[in-house]
């Protein structure tokens, strides 16, 4: 393998505090009460709209709410968001063999841009080679159009490239493009979505430190 390629919240970042306080203050607008962060940080994954459905069940506006919640996000997108623990040498082992590494998320470009550069850990991502959004190709994984775009960027033929990720929509979009794929255990996982063990990827890191032992052995 010559690259490795990550998917952001949930997988790298535990974004889940910092877009619940964001859900909590569109909930008292509406007069709504907020729900509990455990309950929230499982639906992430499926981005702003999904949380917004979550909170609210399907309502006809939900493109108006949707945007205010990404409105109030920006406005304070990194004071609690951190790298999961024992994610930290990770920049330094994939640097250690020689590794490209890149990010690949559903997020809009603009705002993982500004979640990176304003984490207080940001120097840790600094070897980033890339990253693409959920709106950087035009289409949002499952769809491999992403994972594809990537692989052009880095000049790499897709067998050469992992994709990590802790949404079974990353390892659909993996395996699509061609990608080894891994399942992460820690993520954002809904009630209604089987383990990351049933999603049929190529390996599965149960924890952060399984993670680093596999970049060291593939």
């Known amino acids: 393998m010559k690259a490795w390629l990550f998917d952001l919240d949930g997988t790298l970042l535990d974004t889940a505090p910092d877009l619940h306080r964001a859900l909590s203050t569109l909930l008292a607008e509406e007069d709504r009460e907020a729900i509990p962060l455990e309950l929230m940080r499982r639906y992430v994954s499926r981005g702003a709209r999904g949380l917004v459905r979550l909170a609210f069940g399907e309502v006809a ?11 109030h996000y920006a406005r304070d997108i990194a004071s609690a968001t951190r790298l999961f623990d024992g994610l930290e040498p990770l920049p330094e082992t994939l640097k250690a063999r020689g ?104 390996h599965h890191a149960d924890r952060p430190r399984d993670l680093l032992a596999l970049i060291n052995t593939l």
């Open 99 to 202: 590794l490209t590494w890149g990010i690949v998320t559903n997020k809009l470009e603009v705002l993982a841009r500004q979640v990176l550069d304003a984490l207080p850990q940001a120097a840790v991502l600094q070897d980033c080679a890339l990253l693409i959004g959920g709106d950087t190709a035009g289409e949002r994984k499952p769809h491999p159009a992403p994972l594809l775009l990537a692989a052009d960027r880095l000049a790499l033929p897709v067998a050469d490239i992992v994709y990590v990720g802790d949404a079974l929509s990353d390892i659909e979009a993996g395996r699509r493009a061609g990608m080894t794929t891994v399942s992460v255990g820690w993520g954002y996982v809904p009630d209604d979505v089987a383990p990351p063990t049933a999603w049929q990827a190529d």
């Open 61 to 71: 506006d939900d493109t108006a709410l949707t945007t205010r919640l990404v409105e």
